[in-house]
């Protein structure tokens, strides 16, 4: 008697209303090549997400995309997951945190499990987020959590390594950015680039070149043999 009791509730417990996460993978491009898994509530061969250094970046010649996420996701006794999303922002180490930007990742594939619902697989690996766009060089965290929409539960479970999130740290090291006046390139990986360009150019309208960050001039400095005039004026500049 006292067994089927026992029975019973433990039947119950397992078999109770529930939904959420078994894994979660953010999914990056670095310069262009395929895409990479890193774990987040994980334990797999890949790159632990958390704590990792990404690497270093001259937005000129370098890219660091965030393409998505993978959810593996479970759902038992009646109650539905019904959507998935990452959440990411981008901030410096030294600066202030700003809000959260959500990704969708929707569905994929399900399969049965043991407690009267599915196993599933959410996920979005096609998209093309620049991390580096607009950032000065520094140091910079990449943080993200995952969450999903449910119909037990309160609404909304997590994936947020106990409410620390998951971050990952990178460099943006310096670059040149253009006006891309006179037919020069939108951006060089350094002023010194940017100026041999300069003076091969036919000055037809005018230039501006923006130096991110920090960089040691030649000896003797920067030879310019190019000249502008009061309409096409030339302007080099620190940001």
Excluded at 60 to 82: F, I, P, R, W
Excluded at 164 to 193: D, E, I, P, R
Aim: glycine share 10%; hydrophobic share 35%.
């Amino acid at each position: 008697f006292y067994f089927f009791i026992f029975s019973s509730i433990l039947a119950q417990k397992l078999y109770s209303q529930s939904a959420g996460f078994n894994n979660t993978f953010a999914i990056l491009s670095i310069n262009g090549g395929a895409n990479a898994y890193y774990d987040l509530n994980a334990t797999t061969p890949n790159t632990d997400f958390n704590g990792a250094n990404l690497g270093s970046f001259n937005p000129a010649s370098n890219s660091l995309t965030l393409k998505g996420a993978e959810h593996n996701v479970y759902k038992c006794n009646g109650c539905d997951l019904t959507s998935t999303r990452l959440n990411y922002r981008i901030y410096s180490t030294t600066g202030t945190a700003g809000t959260f930007v959500q990704m969708n990742v929707p569905y994929t594939s399900t399969v049965a499990n043991g407690c009267g619902g599915a196993d599933q697989v959410w996920s979005a690996t096609g998209n093309s987020v620049n991390v580096l766009s607009g950032l000065a060089p520094g140091t910079y965290y990449l943080e993200v959590y995952s969450d999903a929409t449910v119909t037990c539960s309160g609404g909304t479970v997590y994936a947020t390594n106990g409410g620390a999130n998951y971050k990952a740290t990178f460099t943006v090291s310096s670059y040149v950015t253009t006006n891309s006046g006179s037919g020069l390139a939108a951006t060089y990986s350094t002023l010194a680039a940017a100026i041999t360009a300069l003076n091969a150019a036919t000055i037809t309208s005018p230039v501006v070149i923006t130096l991110f960050g920090n960089e040691t001039a030649p000896a003797g400095g920067y030879s310019i043999t190019k000249s502008g005039n009061a309409t096409n004026t030339i302007t080099i500049q620190g940001n």
